[in-house]
Nanobody, 124 residues
Framework: QVQLVESGGGLVQAGSSLTLTCTASGYAFSTYVIAWFRQAPGKERVFVAGIGRPEYGTYYADSVKGRFTISRDDAKNAVTLQMNGLKPEDTANYYC?????????????????WGQGTQVTVSS
């Protein structure tokens, strides 16, 4: 199975952009749905964006639609989350997760593989 490592978090001002990268090790990466979740202090982990195999597309939470873009490069075993127009409410620890699935799942409970997380802080 794959193992996941996130990178790219940081402290930025509102309106700025950041790119998060989820890099996987292991085999059969292309068969996994990869999703980004985020968790703010004291709150539950929530779905942000997911990407399936090319024919199954992408899916976004309403809160990030139009601002965030998820993409994958199976040759590099990587998924990126381009975040534009960041807002203070985007502040959270961001996790990538993987599951073998034909559809993009939005519940954290359905993902079996997780990275360690990367912190994103957006100041106003």
């Amino acid at each position: 199975q794959v193992q996941l490592v996130e990178s790219g978090g940081g402290l930025v001002q509102a309106g700025s952009s950041l790119t998060l990268t989820c890099t996987a090790s292991g085999y059969a990466f292309s068969t996994y749905v990869i999703a980004w979740f985020r968790q703010a202090p004291g709150k539950e982990r929530v779905f942000v964006a997911g990407i399936g195999r090319p024919e199954y597309g992408t899916y976004y939470a309403d809160s990030v639609k139009g601002r965030f873009t998820i993409s994958r490069d199976d040759a590099k075993n990587a998924v990126t989350l381009q975040m534009n127009g960041l807002k203070p409410e985007d502040t959270a620890n961001y996790y990538c997760a993987a599951v073998r699935s034909l559809v993009i799942r939005t519940s954290a409970r359905e993902y079996s593989i997780w990275g360690q997380g990367t912190q994103v802080t957006v100041s106003s």
